[in-house]
């Protein structure tokens, strides 16, 4: 059976937006870009006392996508920023309302400095019946192709 590719990320500023399409430039796949049904400000300052409140609160934005099928799918790509060391709300909201069994879960993150925070535990808890691979953390958009490629190079995609 081919390997079939899902890169599902959220971006506000851009860079995960940058990383996912160098993914789907080096192996394929459909690309779908998370969009809350109330979009966050052009604002960092706005969006940034948002996002604190929504992870504070445990609150989580609704999706304007509506993605429920996943099961023709072999490797699932999820990217977020780094917000305050964890998911971006949008994505935690995509992970807490949809099941991964059995599917291949490969996290990418971009961050302004935070690393990777907590992130990765996050996509593991929430992904309890999945295998999640290591991760790729970018500062920023900065990321050549070469990063990004080297670090596919590690799975193996029929």
Do not use: D
């Not at 934005?61 to 920023?81: M, V």
């Not at 999640?132 to 590690?154: C, D, H, P």
């Amino acid at each position: 059976m081919s390997s079939k590719n899902l890169i599902i990320y959220y971006s506000w500023s851009g860079n995960t937006a940058k990383i996912a399409k160098l993914i789907q430039n080096n192996i394929g796949g459909k690309i779908i870009s998370l969009k809350p049904l109330l979009p966050y400000s052009k604002s960092y300052q706005i969006t940034l006392k948002r996002a604190r409140r929504e992870i504070k609160n445990n609150s989580l934005p609704e999706l304007e996508n509506n993605l429920s099928e996943f099961n023709s799918y072999n490797n699932i790509f999820i990217g977020t920023p780094n917000w305050c060391s964890t998911v971006a709300p949008p994505v935690l909201s995509f992970l807490k309302t949809n099941n991964f069994s059995k599917q291949l879960i490969i996290p990418f993150l971009t961050h302004g400095g935070g690393g990777t925070g907590n992130i990765f535990q996050q996509i593991i808890k929430h992904c309890p019946n999945s295998r999640v691979e290591q991760g790729l953390s970018i500062r920023g958009g900065s990321s050549s192709q070469a990063e990004v490629e080297n670090w596919l190079n590690k799975f193996k995609f029929n």
